[in-house]
């Protein structure tokens, strides 16, 4: 699967921003998708992640009540609803894909967008 992700921009600190994440191929819907994102002088980190059937998310204590994963599996496409923004939140977000069966690691990666968030 390929992915590309899109919609970062500069926003200002309490706004919203919502990432797109277009994937390629018919087996879209058998992935779980997740969000990471990585900031200046940092290592990556995990924001979170949808299941297949995009009822059972999970999120990083630091973006919880804040973003939103949802998924919509016709359009082939995942998205990162980010509300309530912080400076902190500062980064390039990129989109993974994993089977759901196997290893718990992400082998598919989009190219990123960059989100920055002014104080």
């Known amino acids: 699967v390929q992915l590309q992700a899109s919609g970062g921009g500069l926003v200002q600190a309490g706004g919203s921003l919502r990432l797109s994440c277009a994937a390629s191929?018919?087996?879209?819907?058998?992935?779980?998708m997740g969000w990471f994102r990585q900031a200046p002088g940092k290592e990556r980190e995990f924001v979170g992640r949808?299941?297949?059937?995009?009822?059972?998310?999970y999120y990083a204590d630091s973006v919880k009540g804040r973003f939103t994963i949802s998924r919509d599996n016709a359009k082939n496409t995942m998205y990162l609803q980010m509300n309530i923004l912080k400076p902190e939140d500062t980064a390039v977000y990129y989109c993974?894909?994993?089977?759901?069966?196997?290893?718990?690691?992400?082998?598919?990666w989009g190219q990123g967008t960059l989100v920055t968030v002014s104080s």
């Open positions: 949808i299941r297949m059937s995009g009822g059972d998310t």
């Open positions: 993974a894909a994993r089977p759901s069966i196997g290893a718990d690691e992400y082998p598919y």
């Open positions: 191929g018919r087996t879209f819907s058998t992935y779980i």
